[in-house]
């Protein structure tokens, strides 16, 4: 019988996808196995994200301080590199003792409104879960940066004649041989080193949290950045396959050319160990499907546990959609930062 020809892209990219076998996949067993693997991924891994830039010094100003009852938020702006500064907020808890260190968290937000969704009341009566808030509520220090083309870093949108400006500052960038996503990675970076100079944060307790596109920044600074001791990454953990090849559910401000050929994200995340790692996931979450996060998160667990530390990896299923849920996650951090004091 001849083949059916086909004349779609999408069926294309769906057959070709199925067909791959990612090169750097883990499949190992033991923790010598997973050592390997990791070295690795992780050289590829770098490889594929091209030079961060070149850092330069942060010269942090705060620009405006509010009282929102339970903490101080600072309006702060930084230099990340030469020709780019970031604004973001910091959450200080009133709670706070003199001369105390707490942990801190880097708190990513979503591919939506930019760090104003995260950092107080207002954006939780929005609709927001303004997850920075609420852990400063709970004692942790936390930032909150805008990240590339999002919030205050948002451009004229009529710039972009109607396209999405995360693909339009992708395309920008490959044209000069920059990742974008690597510029946000490299922005996240760059806030924690001001993280851990301020006076009330113990440097050696740092954590990362985010939903959605939140979700996939904390998994590749957590994967890329030991400073980060532990990590909360919702709503994001699914296959390549189904999320993006099969439902184009990604945009230029979360995408690395060739990863897929060499990993899938469950072999991103387990880059993470042997650092403690909660996986939270909404059951009726559409863009990214339980089912495909099911599949991914048993990869991840094989790989924690050939590491040693598969008591290091949890999952909170949740009943819901794509949005971050607190119910693990608090006490996750609980244990993990403020049980290392």
């Known amino acids: 019988m001849p083949r059916t020809r086909n004349f779609s892209n999408i069926e294309y990219f769906n057959r070709l ?9 883990f499949r190992g067993k033991t923790k010598q196995d997973w050592r390997t693997w990791r070295r690795t ?5 770098h490889d594929l994200l091209g030079d961060f830039p070149k850092p330069c010094p942060l010269r942090p100003e705060i620009v405006d301080r509010e009282d929102l009852g339970d903490v101080i938020r600072e309006k702060v702006v930084l230099d990340s590199e030469r020709d780019m500064s970031v604004p973001a907020y910091v959450l200080i808890p009133k709670s706070r ?16 409104a930019g760090k104003i969704a995260q950092v107080g009341p207002d954006a ?11 852990f400063a509520c709970r004692g942790f220090v936390t930032i909150a940066p805008d990240y590339r083309r999002f919030g205050e870093r948002a451009d004229d949108p009529g710039h972009y004649a109607g396209r999405d400006p995360c693909n339009v500052n992708f395309i920008k960038g490959s044209l000069l041989g920059i990742n974008l996503l690597a510029l946000d990675i490299w922005d996240a970076m760059r806030c924690i080193d001001y993280l851990r100079r301020r006076p009330e944060v113990d440097p050696d307790r740092v954590g990362a949290v985010g ?10 600074i ?16 699914n296959t390549f396959e189904q999320y993006a090849i099969r439902q184009a559910n990604f945009c230029g401000s979360q995408f690395l050319p060739s990863l897929r050929k060499y990993a899938e994200v469950a072999d991103v995340c387990g880059l993470i160990a042997p650092r403690p790692l909660l996986i939270v996931a909404g059951k009726q979450d559409d863009g990214f499907p339980f089912e495909a996060t099911m599949k991914a998160y048993r990869h991840l667990r094989r790989i924690y546990a050939a590491a040693g530390v598969g008591d290091r990896l949890e999952l909170d299923a949740f009943d819901g959609g794509h949005r971050f849920n607190e119910a693990k996650a608090f006490p996750w951090f609980d244990r993990w930062l403020k049980g290392a004091a």
């Open 17 to 25: 996808c199925a067909r791959q076998r990612p090169l750097l996949a």
């Open 41 to 45: 991924l992780m050289a590829r891994l």
């Open 97 to 112: 003792r003199r001369g105390e260190r707490l942990p801190a968290i880097l708190s990513s937000h979503g591919h939506g």
């Open 124 to 134: 939780q009566a929005a609709g927001y879960r303004g997850h920075a808030y609420s």
């Open 211 to 220: 939903n959605s596109f939140g979700g996939t920044m904390t998994m590749y």
């Open 222 to 237: 957590a994967a890329l950045d030991d400073r980060v001791k532990c990590a909360v990454v919702s709503c994001y953990l």
